[in-house]
């Protein structure tokens, strides 16, 4: 009898730890926003197409902001639901070019984009310290900034 509830106990211990595996690997295969391969996909008229120069260029760090008909915005404040508020830097400071909805705003030459939306244009790239999959076609929860601690190269 004692027997028996052993090997039950280890059997449920078993499935537990085997569940504790699995999910993190579900996780990380498992798209939350996949990528939008060209402007003809694009769910809004209005858009605006954003990226940050990549560390290691002489301009790193610059923003480089365009609109639908490509004119270019220069010293560009954003504001609302943006990329850099959920993905890690590994991401949107990598040179991933970014698909911003919203509206823009003038003040004093000054120009303001606050946004509602966004999507990733082209493929995602990841910074190479990263320990993250590089999955090129979307991002998984393990792109999140949760995850930095334990997987950004920084």
Known sequence: MKLKQNIKKRKILMIFFSVLVLIPIILAFMPIKMSIPSTDDIKYSDYFIVYLIPEGST??????????????????????????????????????????????????????????????????NRDCDSLRLDMKKYITVFDLKWFDFLLSGN
């Open 59 to 124: 301009d790193s760090g610059s923003v480089i902001c365009y609109d639908q008909d490509e004119v270019y915005y220069n010293k560009i404040n954003f504001k609302g639901a943006l990329p850099q508020n959920l993905l890690s830097s590994d991401i949107y400071a990598s040179g991933t070019q970014f698909i911003l909805y919203g509206t823009l705003s003038v003040n004093e030459d000054k120009y303001t984009l606050n946004v509602f939306d966004w999507d990733i244009m082209g493929y995602v």
